[in-house]
């Protein structure tokens, strides 16, 4: 089941860069953040409707603001705000170390042990993003723009970092709660931060809102690359460890590649070869409780 949902994930994950980029065509990052996310929050409440699926209790909702701003509002703006400042490749280095947050989180909050299987994995899977992107990186054409880009990104990685693990701990503490109203709740935090900040920065006519070529990637943002695939991830997260459900982000630049091949743009050899290492590395990471498993139970036999 955590497999499955996490597939689902990465697929609209994978499709989340063409769409932002086609978006940032006709209007400012701060803008397609704020339309992804409140379109995002309507289709959440929806569905906690319609399933009967209940909002977080008053007691929670400091929680669940803390989560949603953290994880959705400023994860998604620093993620659009990088890559158009500091171009998609550079900032996708910065935004890959999230992982790595996660693991160093997992061990000072869960006192998880760090094995050297799951940091060779998530260390793979790394290397596997800066070698898929390797040829695009270096471009600054403007150092000021570019340095904040960068800031922004590593911002971006360490909020999502922190909004995974703090799930953790909530899901944990109150496993009642009801996954549909808890994101739906997470959304209507980012839609309240963002909609204001967007309408007061950039104002109405930075964008436009006549063309399809910004509603139909905001949309498919909204729907599927943010109310599908991040309840699928955050339901993923309640059943493995933060670690191994954050390892898989690497896989969403192979399926962009895949995205781009369908597009008719196939990919070079230094990213076929990236990809393979990313695949590699999440391969080991999430293998790695199995293997531990195995060891103890070998250890046991013995004894």
Not at 72 to 97: D, H, Q
Not at 136 to 146: E, R, Y
Not at 216 to 224: N, S
Not at 263 to 288: D, E, F, R, W
Request: aromatic letters at 8%.
């Amino acid at each position: 089941m955590a497999a499955l949902l996490l597939c689902i994930t990465i697929f609209f994950w994978g499709t989340t860069y063409r769409a932002s980029a086609i978006a940032a065509e006709h209007g400012p990052p701060i803008m397609v953040t704020a339309m992804r996310c409140l379109p995002a929050a309507i289709a959440l409440l929806m569905a906690a409707f319609l399933l009967h699926s209940r909002l977080p209790s008053r007691a929670l909702w400091g929680w669940t603001t803390v989560i949603g701003v953290l994880g959705v509002a400023l994860t998604i703006e620093g993620i659009s705000e990088s890559s158009a400042r500091a171009g998609a490749a550079n900032a996708a280095v910065l935004l890959n170390t999230s992982p790595f947050w996660v693991l160093i989180l997992e061990r000072i909050i869960f006192k998880e042990s760090i094995s050297t299987v799951r940091v060779l994995g998530l260390t793979l899977g790394f290397a596997g993003i800066v070698i898929m992107v390797s040829s695009q990186l270096g471009s600054i054409p403007d150092t000021g723009n570019f340095i904040l880009g960068m800031m922004m990104a590593l911002i971006a990685a360490l909020a999502w970092g922190i909004a995974i693990v703090l799930m953790k701990v909530l899901f944990v503490r109150h496993p009642q709660i009801e996954m549909i109203g808890f994101m739906a709740a997470q959304y209507i935090v980012a839609s309240a931060v963002l909609l204001p900040l967007a309408f007061g920065l950039e104002g109405t006519s930075t964008t436009d809102w006549s063309s399809t070529g910004f509603w139909g990637p905001v949309l498919w943002l909204a729907i599927c690359s943010s109310a599908i695939a991040n309840t699928s991830f955050v339901s993923a997260v309640r059943i493995l460890s933060p670690t191994t459900a954050a390892s898989w982000l690497f896989m969403a630049p192979v399926v962009a590649v895949v995205v781009d091949v369908i597009y008719g743009k196939p990919p070079s050899t230094v990213v076929l070869v990236g990809m393979g290492i990313a695949i590699a590395g999440v391969a080991i990471v999430n293998g790695a409780p199995t293997l531990r498993k195995r060891r103890l139970e070998t250890g046991s036999a013995r004894a």
